[in-house]
């Protein structure tokens, strides 16, 4: 079953428990383009914590306006400020906090999942360097 909802993908790898179903979750997905940037943001070497704070950004409020599957683009461009300017300051804080407060509660849990490097559903970066490759992209 391929699972559209980046939400819906990391809720089915969460609710399996072994390694090899969640292999075959993340390998029925590797097509998913927006799944498959969200593993490199969160886990590669090439994007990994020392260039974007761990830090959790919590809006006041949730609009449910925009949503992680159809504005990629925004939290694209929110990763690229974090990588080249890893101190995040007051301004460039609270533009981002204003950025997040137009996405829906899912899509503003799954950036700070982003941000904190572990999209808490059990996979690592040893399981997907095993499934994709060192670059993720195979």
């Known amino acids: 079953m391929y699972y559209n909802k980046i939400s819906d993908i990391l809720d089915q790898i969460k609710r399996v428990h072994t390694r090899e179903d969640k292999i075959a979750a993340l390998k029925l997905n590797r097509n998913n383009e927006i799944f498959m940037r969200i593993l490199l943001y969160t886990y590669s070497f090439t994007h990994g914590k020392k260039h974007?704070?761990?830090k959790k950004?919590?809006?006041?409020?949730?609009k449910n306006e925009l949503s992680i599957d159809t504005n990629f683009d925004i939290i694209d461009n929110l990763f690229t400020i974090f990588s080249v300017n890893s101190y995040l300051g007051h301004e460039t804080e609270r533009q981002v906090t204003k950025l997040m407060e137009s996405f829906d509660?899912?899509?503003q849990d799954i950036v700070n999942m982003m941000l904190k490097h572990d999209l808490e559903c059990g996979i690592d970066k040893k399981m997907l360097i095993d499934t994709f490759g060192s670059n993720f992209k195979n």
Do not use: C, Q, R
């Not at 950004?57 to 949730?62: D, L, N, R, S």
């Open 57 to 62: 950004i919590e809006p006041e409020v949730a």
């Open 105 to 107: 509660k899912d899509s």
């Open 52 to 54: 974007y704070p761990i």
